[in-house]
């Protein structure tokens, strides 16, 4: 469990001796294997599946799945841990690794009965299988009312038939398992969808076309389509109709999962615009020399510090959660927040320090900065956040 020191009143986690293990050997393994295979993969779009399956080897796909069901048996701290050192590697497979753990694993945790946890959560968890998480259509992003697709239970009361169009979902083209999300009953609108898990090697699941996206690009992201597809009824998670509790639910782990991809993007850009500062000559001398390079140097350190803080402040809270069953959707919404824009900031000073070099792909400078452009919009775009930020001080729901 996470360990805790008040600061004021606030609460920091301590790492422990199991958290810096993890963290020095996930470090270790993502910058000697992903790091010199990260801009190949970017360039090709390739889904990088041999690194995905080496991490999936050592527990990083489940990290807060219990042993019992395949998983590391850690804690929140040590999936943003994770997250920090892998994204820090290569944004693309960060979004692989949040995927499964935060919106897959976690949704099937939290809500699935034993019997689906044995056979879709265990497999997942263990790195054995793929999982997606499927809500977005092409005309319904954060108004998930607004679905097209849909599912109806047949006469005979053991299948659901599901038909419809899902739009940009990650690991889409290679998952073997997706949770899905889709309509039952359209007239109740977000009250009306509910939660199915699909297997993908079933009749009636096809992939559907890779996007071209500007950053993560090793990431395959795809549409998927439904032709009378049947569902067993066994596999819908919760009752009729709870699927967008559910997946409100299980945004909030999502997007501390973004927020410490954002950070480990940022602190890549950082680290590399400190070296670079420290090297690059001009009028005789290191660019760090100059006060407008300090500037920027000091601007994106405590920008990186502040958003570390507020991601570990959502930590905090969601191990209060497993607890006392409390939502910590104001703290997750917060880090995903302030994560997201200052990778954007960090990222675009990055290029900026490093002027023409910066925006060329001889170094990965350019690639950090398309990566932190998707944390602003997916698992919630920024305005979605402000407005769950102030719905939740205003006490509006």
């Not at 599946?49 to 804690?75: C, F, H, N, Q, S």
């Not at 060329?360 to 956040?385: F, H, L, N, V, W």
Request: proline share 4%; charged share 25%.
């Amino acid at each position: 469990m996470v360990a805790m020191e008040h600061a004021g009143q606030a609460l920091i986690p301590t790492l422990t001796p199991e958290h810096l293990e993890l963290q020095r050997a996930v470090r270790n393994f993502a910058q000697k294997e992903i790091v010199p295979i990260a801009a190949e993969f970017d360039e090709s779009g390739e889904f990088p599946l041999d690194t995905i399956r080496k991490m999936g080897e050592m527990g990083l796909m489940g990290i807060e799945v219990p042993e019992e069901y395949g998983g590391a048996g850690m804690d929140a701290l040590a999936y943003v841990l994770t997250m920090f050192e892998v994204a820090r590697a290569d944004a693309s497979h960060s979004t692989i690794v949040s995927v499964n753990n935060s919106l897959y694993c976690n949704a099937l945790l939290l809500f699935a009965n034993e019997e689906q946890k044995q056979k879709y959560l265990r497999p997942v968890a263990a790195g054995e299988k793929i999982g997606a998480y499927s809500l977005t259509e092409p005309m319904s992003g954060s108004d998930a009312g607004n679905m097209a697709s849909r599912a109806v239970l047949n006469d005979a009361g053991t299948h659901y038939i599901i038909n419809g169009r899902k739009s940009w979902v990650t690991s889409g083209p290679v998952a073997d398992l997706v949770l899905l999300f889709t309509m039952t009953e359209p007239e109740k609108k977000q009250k009306g969808i509910s939660a199915f898990l699909v297997e993908a090697d079933k009749p009636g699941f096809m992939r559907g076309k890779k996007e071209p996206k500007l950053g993560i690009r090793a990431s395959a992201t795809s549409e998927i389509v439904y032709d009378n597809y049947a569902c067993p009824v066994e596999n819908l998670i919760g009752k009729p109709g709870d699927g967008f509790k559910i997946a409100m639910a299980v945004l909030d782990a999502g997007r501390i999962g973004i927020a410490s991809q954002a950070q480990g993007i940022a602190e890549a850009a950082y680290e590399a615009s400190v070296d670079y500062a420290k090297t690059r000559q001009a009028f005789g001398g290191p660019i760090g020399q100059f006060q407008m390079i300090q500037q920027k140097i000091a601007d994106m350190k405590t920008r990186i510090e502040a958003s570390r803080l507020l991601i570990y402040n959502a930590v905090m809270a969601k191990e209060r959660s497993k607890r006392d069953g409390s939502r910590y959707t104001l703290e997750a919404s917060m880090a995903k927040l302030f994560a997201s824009e200052m990778a954007m900031f960090v990222t675009d000073e990055a290029v900026q320090i490093h002027a023409g070099m910066g925006y060329s792909k001889e170094m990965p400078i350019e690639r950090y900065y398309r990566d932190a452009r998707i944390t602003r919009i997916y698992e919630g775009t920024s305005e979605i956040q402000r407005m769950v930020i102030a719905r939740n001080e205003l006490g509006l729901r």
